[in-house]
């Protein structure tokens, strides 16, 4: 008789106390923290690293990059190709500039190596595709992530910056 009564004891501690979970973190009492993505995008903090991308330069309409390949020989995981354009020899500039993003690991080292600073971290980390194909940024996609560039200071304001 006396196990009987401990067993119903026990069952009723038992729901005591998992009612007391379920009130501890009853939704109303304590901060949402969970996001409803896609429909609520989450704030990126300020630091913030994402792919590299190329954006443009407004006044010359074209990214900064002078082909000079050290990108693709820093990149540890060896997804970037650079080519030269040779048609003009006094205007460097690639030809062809693809990464394969599949592969990326966002390690921002061929960003840090570029001599031109022009390779600059994308603010976005919705880059899933349907094919492999589609992760290979090309020239194109990486201008058109990246953006364009502030432009550049009047010789006057650098004057009056440097002054301060
Ligand atoms: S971020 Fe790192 S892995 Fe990605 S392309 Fe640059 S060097 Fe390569
Ligand atoms: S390091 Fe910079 S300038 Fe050189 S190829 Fe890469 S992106 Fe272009």
Same mark, same amino acid.
């Given at each position: 008789m006396s196990t009987i009564l401990n067993d119903i004891k026990n069952s009723f501690v038992s729901i005591i106390k998992g009612l007391k979970v379920t009130a501890v973190n009853w939704s109303v009492?304590?901060?949402c923290v969970t996001e409803?993505?896609?429909e609520q995008k989450p704030q990126l903090p300020e630091a913030y690293r994402g792919m590299p991308t190329?954006?443009?330069?407004?006044?010359?309409?074209?990214?900064d990059c002078i082909a000079c390949g050290a990108c693709a020989r820093?990149?540890?995981?060896?997804?970037?190709?650079?080519?030269?354009?040779?048609?003009?020899?006094?205007?460097? !500039? &690639? $030809?062809?500039?693809?990464?394969?993003i599949s592969r990326c690991m966002f390690c921002g080292l061929c960003m840090e190596v570029c001599p031109k600073g022009c390779l !600059? &971290? $994308?603010?976005?980390?919705?880059?899933?595709?349907?094919?492999?194909?589609g992760m290979i940024y090309d020239l194109e996609k990486l201008n058109k992530l990246g953006?364009?560039?502030p432009p550049l200071p009047e010789p006057d304001d650098e004057k009056s910056s440097s002054n301060k």
């Open positions: 009492l304590r901060p409803l993505y896609p190329l954006p443009v330069r407004p006044e010359t309409g074209r990214s820093m990149c540890p995981e060896q997804i970037i190709t650079v080519e030269v354009d040779k048609t003009d020899p006094k205007d460097r !500039k &690639p $030809a062809k500039f693809t990464i394969d !600059k &971290p $994308a603010r976005t980390f919705e880059l899933a595709c349907l094919s492999r194909e953006g364009e560039l």
